[in-house]
């Protein structure tokens, strides 16, 4: 399941959903720009020809506390059909202030509709754009020209135009970070779960969405040089979140095995949890069975599937087949006392598709983008009590605060010891991966 362009690479298969009525918000952005495609074509097609029964459909990306992508998204879903001669235009200032993605649909004169692949924004030949800025950071039009499905197995499309053709068209800093970190922008294709495993009724309620848990290791004062220097946990946890406290349920490979075991089925923790199921896996097998068009099945124990998901569009692997994600090497400076951790800087990067190119990042508005502030916490493992420390205010029974941002943390309370961080583990959120690491002395 090797990536090594910048797209993800989706369902060979094309997907069908029934749809509700249009859930708009009741507010739009404040974006000034806007999208202008010439046309979409399927593989192959003519490009004489325009296809107008293609709509494009505009879904932000909200992000919570729980949730990998809110399933309130799919209640902001835009609809935006073609002109007479096959274009389309997409204003700014109707998306919400937040990333987004564009599913390309094939409709039809039922209810069902088809999701073909996502628009996408060329970048060179082999890398494109999927997932878009905050429309604020939009502030001319981006000229598409037409924009064709690749029709190999995959949702990904290329337009005509390129992110470079469209420079003005975004703000200066965005489009540096755009062009710098596109791998890490794609990841947004996640949404196709969302949408697919979401009735678009807000009264209704009922939802499912799934993220993935892995951990790994590098020394504290050592730098790894490429991705299989990195210990990766050889196990990973799927949890899935749902408005479904009462069914009973396991999770099935896309070759019918039960994760937790045949005939195991599984209560879900209820009411009071935001994660309902929690299914371990080992990172290989889970790799195995992520492909293009293998789909992962929630049953209940009359064997009803309650949701279907494709895993490949949030595993991005390298030419070594270790995941493409932020990763931290962290390194401190003590106070005066040399005893207690003073500052913290995280000292994040990737490494790109090569699994060798070291790509820093160090700009804190990208890494809060990316990672999230609110989510992020360090742990330590040898104190007692355990404290987790926050960005918030300190509080009792182990929770710390501490003050900063994503790139550097201090201010720490409780005080953190030299001794106590030589153990400390770190938990943070990039889009479907929930990331846990930990080190250990030199």
Not at 163 to 170: G, H, P, V
Not at 184 to 195: K, P
Not at 403 to 413: K, L, M, P
């Amino acid at each position: 399941m090797r990536r090594t362009i910048c797209i993800l690479v989706l369902a060979a298969m094309v997907m069908t959903l029934m749809t509700g009525c249009d859930a708009f918000g009741l507010f739009g952005g404040s974006g000034t720009g806007s999208f202008k495609i010439d046309g979409v074509l399927k593989a192959g097609t003519d490009r004489e020809v325009t296809d107008t029964q293609l709509e494009l459909w505009v879904m932000p990306l909200y992000t919570g506390s729980d949730e990998p992508i809110a399933h309130s998204s799919v209640y902001e879903l835009r609809k935006y059909q073609a002109a007479e001669d096959g274009s389309y235009a997409i204003p700014m200032e109707e998306i919400p202030n937040t990333a987004f993605v564009i599913f390309i649909v094939e409709t039809n004169e039922t209810a069902v509709y088809d999701v073909l692949g996502f628009l996408s924004l060329s970048v060179d030949e082999a890398e494109a754009l999927s997932t878009f800025p905050n429309p604020e950071e939009i502030i001319d039009t981006v000229e598409f020209g037409i924009v064709e499905l690749m029709g190999d197995s995959s949702y990904s499309s290329f337009s005509d135009n390129t992110l470079t053709d469209n420079r003005s068209a975004f703000t200066s800093a965005t489009f540096d970070e755009l062009h710098e970190n596109v791998v890490l922008h794609n990841t947004g294709q996640m949404a196709l779960n969302i949408l697919l495993n979401t009735n678009p009724d807000p009264e209704v309620n009922d939802y499912y969405a799934i993220d993935l848990r892995m951990s790994y290791r590098t020394q504290l004062g050592s730098s790894v040089q490429n991705s299989a220097q990195v210990d990766w946990a050889s196990d990973v946890k799927l949890r899935i979140y749902s408005s479904d406290s009462t069914s009973k349920a396991s999770l099935f490979t896309p070759d019918g095995t039960n994760l937790k075991g045949a005939g195991v089925f599984v209560d879900p923790y209820g009411e009071q949890s935001a994660v309902q199921y929690e299914f371990p896996i080992s990172f290989e097998n889970f790799k195995t069975h992520a492909q293009p068009g293998q789909f992962w099945e929630l049953r209940d124990d009359s064997g009803t599937v309650l949701a279907s998901f494709d895993m490949s569009v949030a595993m991005l692997l390298d030419d070594q087949d270790y995941p493409i994600i932020p990763i931290t090497e962290p390194t401190y400076t003590l106070d005066e006392g040399g005893t207690v951790i003073d500052t913290v800087d995280f000292n994040w990067f990737y490494f790109e598709s090569d699994g060798t190119t070291k790509h820093e990042l160090t700009d804190p508005v990208v890494l809060e983008e990316i990672i999230g502030k609110t989510e992020f916490y360090l742990q330590t493992d040898t104190t007692d009590p355990v404290v987790t420390y926050m960005y918030r205010d300190p509080g009792e029974g182990g929770m710390g605060g501490m003050e900063g941002d994503v790139a550097t943390a201090y201010s720490f309370s409780p005080v953190l010891t030299e001794a106590a961080f030589q153990n400390v583990s770190f938990g943070y959120r990039f889009t479907l991966f929930r990331c846990s690491t930990s080190w250990w002395e030199n």
